[in-house]
């Protein structure tokens, strides 16, 4: 089958988006197209990402892709996430893409999240509307971002980590839906929209963010969000 990447402007409702997240506890897998969702599958167990990931790809999404499709790219959530499990997405995404010679795109977990939110919340999110997203951190900590809907949902501020949320509207553990992250993307690259790099991708723990610079921009070099310095640590080298 070929599957090579055309320019955004030749898309078409049968061209496919298939997208991956790994940034919470739950591995999700699903595809997309300027047509709307498509298939989507879901495996939970924070700690079965590497397991999960490849029985998710040949139950939902390989018998999915039929000879007349052509996937366009690989989207995949990028954080802020647990440090183990959000290098099993991205890694297998980056797999992915350079098996079937198509870009990785990576998304904002937090704007996935707010996505799926303006669709299932959709008559109480009016044009103007602010609200803010949070996932689980851990360490009584959570992620958050703060969007504004109009045309589109739009991140004005965050990613970071919080240990005290601002009083305003919060929708919490939002289930990504990898179908609408899929739409998402595909429309978004219709539109022309073009992926740029992560800055500063690992700030210092807690809210200081001065130094983190991703932009409110949709979509990113495949460059996880970390947010802060893993839990387990090497040690030092001898001589170090």
Not at 160 to 180: A, G, K, Q
């Amino acid at each position: 089958r070929s599957r090579i990447p055309r320019p955004a402007h030749s898309f078409r409702s049968r061209f496919m988006i298939v997208a991956v997240d790994t940034s919470s506890a739950v591995t999700v897998m699903g595809t997309g197209s300027l047509a709307g969702p498509g298939v989507e599958a879901r495996m939970p167990g924070g700690r079965r990402h590497a397991e999960g990931i490849d029985l998710l790809f040949a139950d939902t999404i390989s018998p999915a892709i039929s000879d007349a499709t052509t996937v366009e790219a690989i989207a995949v959530g990028i954080g802020p996430g647990p440090y183990s499990g959000l290098r099993v997405g991205i890694a297998f995404a980056i797999g992915l893409g350079r098996a079937w010679s198509v870009p990785v795109l990576g998304v904002c977990s937090l704007d996935a999240r707010a996505w799926q939110c303006a669709r299932s919340e959709a008559p109480t999110l009016p044009h103007g509307t602010l609200f803010a997203i949070t996932a689980d951190a851990r360490r009584s900590e959570v992620y958050w971002a703060r969007y504004s809907v109009g045309d589109r949902v739009q991140r004005i501020a965050g990613p970071m980590v919080l240990t005290e949320i601002p009083r305003e509207r919060t929708f919490e553990e939002i289930e990504i839906d990898p179908s609408v992250l899929a739409h998402e993307v595909a429309v978004l690259l219709a539109s022309g929209v073009k992926p740029h790099p992560v800055e500063g991708a690992l700030v210092p723990h807690g809210n200081d963010a001065q130094n983190f610079a991703l932009g409110t921009g949709p979509l990113f070099h495949p460059t996880p969000l970390y947010l802060r310095q893993p839990d387990v640590t090497l040690p030092a080298g001898p001589g170090s």
